[in-house]
């Protein structure tokens, strides 16, 4: 079933008089369950397609549709929920709130969401026992390591069951274990939970993991390989 | 969530919310405490006018004021008092006489209103009787004599019928309160000396000691060094009915003394039955009757029932007999408000300056937050709670510190002896205690809250103005 379908999306700045293509003409589709990679030099395109894809972005002609729903036709605070409902970040650099525990970051979209407080304790202990972190769980992130956070991270991004997660560079500023650990993780609960996961990345142990591998360059699709 | 996540970000940078905090708590305190102390004022001035000076409410003839003519008494006293005791509200009225005249010794001579009273009626209104000083009279109470006068102490003061002077036990007096030996060995100088008045006491003081050792322990010196005379004699001169100067030689039957020194230099109190004889008026006949009821708030309208009940009289309510006293009551309120609204309108630029730091300083988080689904709704209340838990922690605790140092103050008071002459020139105690009612700190509170809702507006707007793609690449 299709969860994202991106319909000859272009997006175009106007940067002192010159116009810079990011993404020009991306034609793609995302089924349940993928494990993606975007891939291609600094500068292809990879990290706009993935702010258009999560909405945070508006192209400048082309379609974004997910589960139906076409983006573009969202008003600003409608796509604000829609986001929230539908999709999950991993961000570079981890993000989490500084001041609420794992426990409170991992919860806080389901409390935006309004979740009740049992379904909120259920599914934030099984995601914090999925990433390998229900003993750290009244710790705050200034009390974790990179790779932990980035973990916590990941939980919280699955939180309230979206329709895939966009991971922007996730493992950039992590050692090599915990990079390792932390793919591990993505692609055990992409497996059990059936959530896409599309990454931007230049990291060769996520291309290696990836079943689907999206070339990018100067914002056209090259290649799409998809493995078995 | 949100609420969580609020009062944990105001403690995020622990240094800079103190800081803020405690500049919200010195600046409600100070108002708080400022109020309370222009409260306690007002209060102690406002209760001093009506309990001892000008009582709630008088009645006299409509044109009575205008010269204080003699011949104009209340025509049928006994009908006109017994409507008034009959007019609910009412807690007691005096009749009285008055007469402008001049008190006179062999030294000075000054105006004077005499009063002329039945003692027992005039305690159920005024309690002067209770401002006696000790020592110098009891009243008229017991005193079957005839010509004897109750005056301030300040007119005393101003007759030069006091005396200051350092005897033995004067001095021995002031060793066991503590004067240091070389003040004592000083005074000793004028041991034995009398003085006839304040004025020339102060000086040879003055000429004794320094600046600093006068202020110090002038006060004290003057209060042990000062006696009076009981049934000291002063002459009382004024116009009779059939405007012939008329003088008597009265007795003083005892010395006031309150807050206000025009008033205690200007009325002299004597039996209505005295003055009723030297005048020539018949008697119980009266000039005014003043009236007391159960609450100042009251005699408004108290005064306005007697009125339509008495058509052919005069009927003034202390607001109309002392408009700044009224003024004073009735504009404090804006006042204070003009004044809260200030200080809090300083502490907000401190508030809106700390809020502003904070949006710049996590302008990633803000994108972040922004991009997993928490709406402009949900972000500006974020940062709008930060604002108020900051400004409500503050004040709370402003007014914590408030209540506790008013609530002691209000016991001990605060003695501004130092400037008790210009305080008692104006008609007010130099020891004030302070006031404050309860409902002022639910007006605070609300205030307080819309002070940290108004700070945030403008931190809030330049938050919800940032782009999540930019944002989350800010450093």
Same mark, same amino acid.
């Given at each position: 079933?299709?969860?994202?379908?991106?319909?000859?999306?272009?997006?175009?700045?106007?940067?002192?008089?010159?116009?810079?293509?990011?993404?020009?003409?991306?034609?793609?589709?995302?089924?349940?369950?993928?494990?993606?990679?975007?891939?291609?030099?600094?500068?292809?395109?990879?990290?706009?397609?993935?702010?258009?894809?999560?909405?945070?972005?508006?192209?400048?002609?082309?379609?974004?549709?997910?589960?139906?729903?076409?983006?573009?036709?969202?008003?600003?605070?409608?796509?604000?929920?829609?986001?929230? =409902?539908?999709?999950?970040?991993?961000?570079?650099?981890?993000?989490?709130? @500084?001041?609420?525990?794992?426990?409170?970051?991992?919860?806080?979209?389901?409390?935006?969401?309004?979740?009740?407080?049992?379904? =909120?304790?259920?599914?934030?202990?099984?995601?914090?026992?999925?990433?390998?972190?229900?003993?750290? /769980?009244?710790?705050?992130?200034?009390?974790?390591?990179?790779?932990?956070?980035?973990?916590?991270?990941?939980?919280?991004?699955?939180?309230?069951?979206?329709?895939?997660?966009?991971?922007?560079?996730?493992?950039?500023?992590?050692?090599?274990?915990?990079?390792?650990?932390?793919?591990?993780?993505?692609?055990?609960?992409? !497996?059990?939970?059936?959530?896409?996961?599309?990454?931007?990345? !230049?990291?060769?142990?996520?291309?290696?993991?990836? !079943?689907?591998?999206?070339? $990018?360059?100067?914002?056209?699709?090259?290649?799409?390989?998809?493995?078995? | 969530?949100?609420? =969580?996540?609020?009062?944990?970000?105001?403690?995020?940078?622990?240094?800079?919310?103190?800081?803020?905090?405690?500049?919200?708590?010195?600046? %409600?305190?100070?108002?708080?405490?400022?109020?309370?102390?222009?409260?306690?004022?007002?209060?102690?001035?406002?209760?001093?006018?009506?309990?001892?000076? *000008?009582?709630?409410?008088?009645?006299?003839?409509?044109?009575?004021?205008?010269?204080?003519?003699?011949?104009? &008494?209340?025509?049928?006293?006994?009908?006109?008092?017994?409507?008034?005791?009959?007019?609910?509200?009412?807690?007691?009225?005096?009749?009285? &006489?008055? *007469?402008?005249?001049?008190?006179?010794?062999?030294?000075?001579?000054?105006?004077?209103?005499? %009063?002329?009273?039945?003692?027992?009626?005039?305690?159920? %209104?005024?309690?002067?009787?209770?401002?006696?000083?000790?020592?110098?009279?009891?009243?008229?109470?017991?005193?079957?004599?005839?010509?004897?006068?109750?005056?301030?102490?300040?007119?005393?003061?101003?007759?030069?019928?006091?005396?200051?002077?350092? #005897?033995?036990?004067?001095?021995?007096?002031?060793?066991?309160?503590?004067? @240091?030996?070389?003040?004592?060995?000083?005074?000793?100088?004028?041991?034995?000396?009398?003085?006839?008045?304040?004025?020339?006491?102060?000086?040879?003081?003055? #000429?004794?000691?320094?600046?600093?050792?006068?202020?110090?322990?002038?006060?004290?010196?003057?209060?042990?060094?000062?006696?009076?005379?009981?049934?000291?004699?002063?002459?009382?001169?004024?116009?009779?009915?059939?405007?012939?100067?008329?003088?008597?030689?009265?007795?003083?039957?005892?010395? +006031?003394?309150?807050?206000?020194?025009?008033?205690?230099?200007?009325?002299?109190?004597?039996?209505?039955?005295?003055?009723?004889?030297?005048?020539?008026?018949?008697?119980?006949?009266?000039?005014? &009757?003043?009236?007391?009821?159960?609450?100042?708030?009251?005699?408004?309208?108290?005064?306005?029932?007697?009125?339509?009940?008495? @058509?052919?009289?005069?009927?003034?309510?202390?607001?109309?007999?002392?408009?700044?006293?009224?003024?004073?009551?009735?504009?404090?309120?804006?006042?204070?408000?003009?004044?809260?609204?200030?200080?809090?309108? /300083?502490?907000?630029?401190? &508030?809106?300056?700390?809020? $502003?730091?904070?949006?710049?300083?996590?302008?990633?988080?803000?994108?972040?937050?922004?991009?997993?689904?928490?709406?402009?709704?949900?972000?500006?209340?974020?940062?709008?709670?930060?604002?108020?838990?900051?400004?409500?922690?503050?004040?709370?605790?402003?007014?914590?510190?408030?209540?506790?140092? *008013?609530?002691?103050?209000?016991?001990?008071?605060?003695?501004?002896?130092?400037?008790?002459?210009?305080?008692?020139?104006?008609?007010?105690?130099? $020891?004030? +205690?302070?006031?404050?009612?309860?409902?002022?700190?639910? *007006?605070?509170?609300?205030?307080?809250?819309?002070?940290?809702?108004?700070?945030?507006? +403008?931190? /809030?707007?330049?938050?919800?103005?940032?782009? @999540?793609?930019? /944002?989350? =690449?800010?450093?």
């Amino acid at each position: 079933m299709k969860v994202l379908e991106i319909k000859n999306v272009s997006k175009t700045y106007n940067e002192s008089e010159i116009r810079v293509n990011a993404v020009n003409g991306v034609t793609l589709d995302f089924q349940e369950a993928e494990f993606a990679a975007i891939v291609g030099p600094s500068g292809s395109g990879k990290t706009t397609l993935l702010n258009l894809i999560g909405g945070l972005d508006n192209p400048t002609s082309g379609e974004i549709i997910i589960d139906g729903t076409n983006l573009s036709k969202l008003r600003s605070s409608e796509l604000i929920d829609f986001r929230m =409902r539908n999709i999950g970040f991993v961000f570079q650099a981890y993000n989490l709130i @500084p001041v609420l525990t794992a426990r409170e970051n991992v919860e806080f979209i389901m409390s935006l969401q309004k979740w009740s407080r049992t379904d =909120r304790d259920e599914r934030t202990f099984e995601l914090l026992k999925a990433v390998g972190l229900s003993d750290r /769980a009244d710790s705050r992130p200034a009390k974790m390591s990179g790779g932990q956070q980035q973990r916590i991270a990941v939980a919280r991004a699955l939180a309230s069951r979206p329709k895939f997660v966009l991971a922007d560079e996730p493992t950039a500023n992590l050692d090599s274990k915990s990079a390792s650990t932390l793919l591990e993780i993505m692609e055990k609960l992409n !497996h059990e939970e059936e959530i896409t996961f599309i990454f931007s990345t !230049h990291d060769a142990r996520v291309v290696k993991m990836a !079943h689907r591998v999206i070339t $990018l360059e100067d914002g056209k699709v090259v290649s799409d390989d998809v493995r078995d | 969530m949100i609420f =969580r996540t609020a009062w944990k970000n105001v403690w995020r940078n622990r240094v800079r919310s103190l800081v803020v905090i405690t500049s919200v708590i010195v600046g %409600v305190f100070a108002g708080v405490f400022s109020i309370a102390l222009m409260n306690g004022l007002i209060a102690q001035r406002v209760n001093d006018a009506l309990n001892e000076e *000008i009582s709630y409410i008088q009645i006299t003839c409509k044109e009575f004021r205008i010269n204080y003519d003699p011949k104009l &008494i209340i025509d049928n006293p006994e009908e006109t008092i017994s409507t008034i005791k009959l007019t609910e509200g009412v807690t007691g009225i005096s009749e009285r &006489i008055l *007469i402008t005249g001049m008190a006179n010794t062999a030294y000075k001579s000054t105006g004077v209103q005499i %009063v002329g009273i039945d003692p027992d009626e005039e305690q159920k %209104v005024l309690n002067l009787f209770s401002k006696i000083i000790p020592g110098t009279g009891d009243y008229f109470a017991g005193e079957s004599e005839s010509n004897l006068a109750l005056i301030g102490e300040d007119l005393a003061n101003e007759l030069n019928i006091v005396r200051y002077s350092l #005897d033995s036990a004067v001095l021995l007096s002031l060793k066991g309160k503590g004067l @240091p030996d070389q003040v004592i060995d000083k005074l000793v100088r004028l041991k034995g000396k009398r003085f006839t008045n304040e004025k020339q006491f102060i000086k040879e003081m003055d #000429d004794l000691f320094a600046g600093a050792e006068s202020k110090k322990y002038g006060p004290v010196i003057r209060k042990e060094a000062w006696s009076f005379r009981r049934g000291t004699k002063f002459i009382l001169t004024f116009i009779d009915k059939d405007n012939n100067q008329v003088g008597a030689a009265f007795r003083v039957t005892g010395l +006031y003394d309150i807050s206000n020194s025009v008033f205690e230099k200007s009325t002299v109190f004597v039996k209505s039955s005295d003055l009723e004889m030297l005048t020539g008026l018949s008697k119980s006949s009266f000039h005014e &009757i003043v009236v007391k009821t159960d609450q100042p708030d009251q005699a408004e309208s108290i005064a306005n029932t007697l009125a339509v009940k008495l @058509p052919d009289l005069e009927v003034l309510s202390w607001k109309k007999l002392q408009p700044e006293l009224a003024m004073m009551t009735d504009m404090v309120q804006q006042f204070y408000l003009i004044f809260g609204m200030i200080i809090l309108a /300083a502490l907000a630029f401190g &508030i809106v300056n700390t809020m $502003l730091m904070v949006v710049l300083e996590r302008t990633r988080e803000l994108g972040m937050l922004t991009a997993i689904g928490m709406n402009k709704k949900k972000v500006f209340s974020m940062i709008m709670l930060e604002s108020v838990f900051l400004s409500l922690t503050g004040g709370i605790a402003g007014m914590i510190i408030s209540i506790i140092v *008013i609530r002691i103050t209000a016991n001990t008071g605060i003695n501004l002896s130092q400037y008790a002459e210009g305080f008692n020139a104006l008609g007010y105690s130099a $020891l004030v +205690y302070p006031k404050i009612t309860a409902g002022f700190f639910g *007006i605070t509170t609300v205030l307080i809250i819309i002070t940290g809702v108004i700070s945030s507006i +403008y931190p /809030a707007m330049k938050a919800l103005k940032l782009n @999540p793609v930019e /944002a989350i =690449r800010a450093e």
